[in-house]
């Protein structure tokens, strides 16, 4: 099958994003804090911040890749190794994210009534599936709540 559409997350997610600003802060904090310490303590939080600087860095090298495609009857999710394939003729609504960096993850609300959450990565904002649905019945809702 042909792929009409594609989306590919190749960033960041904003939780990975607040971290690294958490990291910044706390080396920033260090740099603030250098002449009111003893040496012995500013040795114990230099090497616990160095140690959540490698778990962040460790965590955000090492994310699951994700994404979709669309074919002429298929909407195409994946997330890591997991892949799941959604006809569209069972698919009545999108709860999609308003913006690339919001923080809800998006769902698929199918014609049976059965709501499926989505990993937060896997889906682009919604005004690009609006795009990627022109001509099709299928609703696509930037909010997560849909009645």
């Known amino acids: 099958m042909n792929r009409l559409?594609?989306?590919h997350w190749?960033?960041?997610d904003a939780l990975?994003?607040?971290g690294g600003l958490a990291i910044l802060l706390a080396w920033g904090g260090l740099y603030a804090l250098v002449t009111l310490l003893p040496a012995w303590q500013m040795m114990l939080l230099i090497g616990a911040v160095a140690l959540m600087t490698a778990a962040f860095y460790r965590?955000?090298?090492s994310?699951?890749?994700s994404g979709s495609w669309m074919t002429e009857t298929h909407l195409n999710v994946y997330y890591g190794n997991k892949h799941w394939a959604f006809p569209l003729t069972g698919i009545r609504a999108i709860g999609a994210r308003s913006a690339p960096f919001y923080t809800r993850a998006p769902h698929l609300e199918l014609a049976s009534g059965r709501?499926?959450?989505l990993p937060l990565?896997?889906?682009p904002a919604a005004p690009e599936l609006r795009r990627w649905f022109t001509g099709k019945p299928i609703k696509i809702d930037a909010?997560?709540?849909?009645?």
């Open 115 to 117: 709501r499926v959450q």
């Open 5 to 7: 559409q594609e989306y």
């Open 16 to 18: 990975q994003l607040a």
């Open 143 to 147: 909010k997560i709540t849909m009645t």
């Open 59 to 61: 965590q955000a090298t």
């Open 63 to 65: 994310r699951k890749r």
């Open 121 to 123: 990565t896997c889906l």
């Open 10 to 12: 190749r960033g960041l």
